[in-house]
């Protein structure tokens, strides 16, 4: 069984940072792409950031010069490094994963969230 755990999220004022960590743990061989979505109230879920596993990232316009995305494969743990946060990214964040585990077979996991909530 492999699970991803979401982590970082809170209250912060706008222009604020936070950062979040998204923990894979269980029976992993390894792992390709990890994504950051996130879904505010009435809308749907969006893409926040990708990154390989070789590293190649990709954001969406509405994060990009101020989101950095990066990861830690020793730990099966990536991050979302969130800078000048604005209300607009009040959302709850998920993270998901392309993972292989080690008895080969290929999974698509979701983690179940963390709130982030930008306001004075």
């Known amino acids: 069984q492999v699970q991803l755990v979401e982590s970082g999220g809170g209250l912060v004022q706008p222009g604020g940072s936070l950062r979040l960590s998204c923990a894979a743990s269980?029976?992993?061989?390894?792992?390709?792409?990890i994504t950051w979505y996130r879904q505010a109230p009435g809308k749907e879920r969006e893409l926040v950031a990708t990154?390989?596993?070789?590293?190649?990232?990709k954001y969406a316009d509405s994060v990009k010069g101020r989101f950095t995305i990066s990861r830690a494969n020793a730990v099966n743990t990536a991050y979302l490094q969130m800078n000048s946060l604005k209300p607009e990214d009040t959302a709850v964040y998920y993270c998901?994963?392309?993972?292989?585990?080690?008895?080969?077979?290929?999974?698509?996991?979701w983690g179940k969230g963390t709130l982030v909530t930008v306001s004075p």
């Open positions: 269980g029976s992993i061989f390894s792992i390709n792409a």
């Open positions: 990154i390989a596993s070789g590293g190649s990232t």
């Open positions: 998901n994963a392309n993972v292989i585990t080690t008895n080969s077979y290929a999974i698509h996991i």
